[in-house]
């Protein structure tokens, strides 16, 4: 498998959400907006590449019985970084998005791919590893967030295009189950054949 | 490189090394941090005072323990050249959704309401945030809580409440309503 590869298979082939459905906490929970969905989704990679990084250095040397709580506290350690600094530097940010933050710890897509991807493999193709995935991540809770706001808000990261309070239940979590099925179906129809 | 054995003193190890490692990094990124969220907080109660309580020169701090029990409420009185202009109150509530909500309420001296503005709060995404909108928020400026009743139009006041969150609504209410009757009380201890 080539790098090239190894990046775009987060995007459809092994896309975290469409395919996998994996990490369903956070992309439930927090893709009521499309600026939410994007945000969560680019702190998650952000993470997804540390850990991946750390954890494919150091896969030799942690013997596999403690592997799996190795893994959790390197990806914690990251995760609380991240929230302090986005507190002390990107404060307006770090408003929008302090609640989820920890969410990341829980997320089962960075262990996933710590466990399936950076145990076993180079730096390198981790790093690549993580950004695909990460930015795959990113992709799906940004449609998903998109769609819900459009039906549910009338508007689009934010931007009003008509006015009304649309319909509420898309910004309720059933509405985050529903679309999510018709988003999974959608991209079944294009990437399976019959 | 194969991977190491499992025994007991390379799990132990491991565990210890990283652990350690990681609780000092956190240590560090949390005191290298420490001032700059601080500073962000200040400026951010700062910025609050200054919506809720316009053009005032200087203020006094006064912390204010409601009658009703609970929490001291910060009294920030503001003065434009020795006469005052008003208070900021920085109130809160623990009936929110999600908990603690702690508001900025701006009072003139006769008790109406300024500005209200959120310092902290953590509703339902897409709902309960709602409340910071200038849609909820804005409809408590210029009114007298004393001929304006701080409750939901459906509990029989006069404050249209938050689509499907009524809570969060009566949760701001009730915070209001809290540095309302303190900066009453005041008021009375002071006359």
Redesign the interface.
């Known amino acids: 498998m080539t790098q090239m590869q190894n990046f775009t298979k987060g995007f459809f082939k092994e896309n975290a959400v469409f395919v996998m459905l994996l990490g369903m906490c956070p992309t439930l929970a927090?893709t009521?907006?499309a600026i939410?969905g994007l945000g969560m989704g680019l702190a998650t990679t952000f993470v997804l590449v540390m850990s991946n990084l750390v954890i494919s250095l150091?896969?030799?040397?942690?013997?596999?019985?403690?592997r799996i709580?190795?893994f959790i506290?390197?990806i914690?350690?990251f995760v609380?970084?991240v929230d302090?600094?986005m507190?002390?530097?990107a404060?307006a940010l770090h408003e929008q998005l302090g609640?989820f933050i920890p969410l990341i710890v829980v997320n089962c897509v960075v262990l996933g791919r710590a466990e399936a991807f950076a145990s076993k493999n180079s730096v390198v193709s981790s790093i690549v590893d993580g950004l695909g995935m990460g930015l795959g991540f990113a992709m799906a809770l940004t449609m998903l967030g998109a769609v819900r706001e459009i039906f549910?808000?009338l508007s689009v990261f934010g931007f009003k295009f008509m006015e009304g309070?649309g319909i509420?239940v898309f910004?309720?979590s059933p509405g985050a189950f529903i679309v999510l099925g018709f988003l999974i179906a959608l991209v079944n129809k294009f990437t399976k054949k019959a | 490189?194969?991977?190491?054995?499992?025994?007991f003193t390379?799990?132990l190890l491991?565990?210890l090394i990283?652990?350690a490692i990681?609780s000092l990094?956190?240590s560090g990124?949390?005191n290298?941090?420490k001032?700059?969220?601080a500073e962000?907080q200040r400026l951010?109660q700062q910025k609050a005072i200054e919506q809720v309580m316009p053009g005032f020169t200087h203020y006094d701090r006064q912390a204010v323990m409601p009658q009703n029990g609970g929490d001291s409420l910060l009294f920030f009185k503001g003065f434009t050249n020795e006469e005052p202009i008003g208070v900021a109150v920085n109130t809160y509530t623990n009936v929110g959704y999600s908990g603690l909500i702690k508001l900025m309420v701006g009072f003139k001296p006769d008790g109406t309401i300024t500005n209200v503005e959120v310092l902290e709060q953590?509703e339902t995404?897409?709902?309960g945030t709602k409340m910071s909108t200038p849609k909820f928020k804005d409809q408590f400026m210029g009114k007298n809580p004393d001929n304006y009743k701080l409750m939901v139009t459906k509990d029989g006041g006069d404050v249209d409440a938050i689509?499907?969150a009524t809570i969060t609504s009566r949760a701001f209410c009730d915070a209001v309503q809290r540095a309302y009757d303190s900066f009453e009380e005041l008021k009375k201890e002071n006359k």
Not at chain 1, 58 to 66: H, R, T
Not at chain 2, 1 to 7: H, I, L, V, Y
């Open positions: 927090v009521n907006s939410n150091i896969k030799n040397v942690v013997p596999g019985k403690v709580p190795t506290v390197v914690a350690s609380t970084v302090l600094v507190a002390g530097y404060p609640i549910g808000n309070d509420l910004i309720l | 490189m194969a991977q190491k054995e499992s025994t390379n799990m491991t565990l990283v652990t990681s990094a956190a990124v949390y290298l941090t001032g700059p969220i962000v951010k953590k995404p897409g709902l689509t499907a």
